[in-house]
């Protein structure tokens, strides 16, 4: 019989933490995606044969025509939604890109005060993550 976990499926997605000053860049899923209008950081999965920075800097460009230099992994959190998938979603920061970021895909985009993110409607996964970044603890 084979083990419970050989039926798990890992998905590796990776998210930017876009640093304005105080600000921090908020995107809300859009209507047609699964959790849809759910907020999170830019970002998706990691093709296969593809560095973590290089699907960011991918992701970014896609999502919001952003030239980004990718800075330090934040933080690393396994988290599942459906049953047989655990996402293993990669964090980090970044400081510096060039130009405005562009909503290309997202419901809406926002610069948002680090104290205020709690009250956007975040992805399960990253509500840790959004709560220590709002108490100051992280970034
Ligand atoms: N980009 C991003 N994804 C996140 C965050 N937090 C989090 O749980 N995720 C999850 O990581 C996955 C990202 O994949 P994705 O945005 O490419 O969307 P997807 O899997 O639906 O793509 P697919 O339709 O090609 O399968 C989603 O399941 C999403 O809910 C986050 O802060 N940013």
């Known amino acids: ?14 998210a930017g933490i876009l ?4 600000e921090i860049l908020c995107c809300q899923r ?6 849809s209008l759910k907020w999170e950081f830019p970002g998706g999965k990691i093709e296969p044969n593809e560095t973590a920075e290089a699907a960011l ?14 800075g330090p992994l934040v933080e690393t959190i396994r988290h ?11 964090f980090f920061r970044i400081d510096r890109w060039q130009g405005e970021p562009e909503n290309r895909v997202f ?8 104290i205020e993110m709690p009250k956007l409607d975040f992805l399960e996964a990253d509500l ?3 709560k220590e970044i709002a108490e100051g603890k992280r970034l």
Not at 1 to 14: G, T, Y
Not at 107 to 114: E, H, L, Q, T
């Open 1 to 14: 019989m084979s083990e419970p976990s050989a039926a798990v499926k890992v998905k590796r997605v990776v």
């Open 19 to 22: 640093v304005r000053g105080d």
């Open 30 to 35: 859009s209507h047609n995606d699964p959790m």
């Open 57 to 70: 800097a991918r992701e970014l460009v896609e999502e919001l025509n952003l030239a980004a230099e990718i």
């Open 80 to 90: 599942s939604y459906t049953a047989g998938v655990i996402i293993e979603l990669y």
């Open 107 to 114: 419901a809406d985009i926002r610069w948002v005060p680090r």
């Open 128 to 130: 840790g993550l959004v």
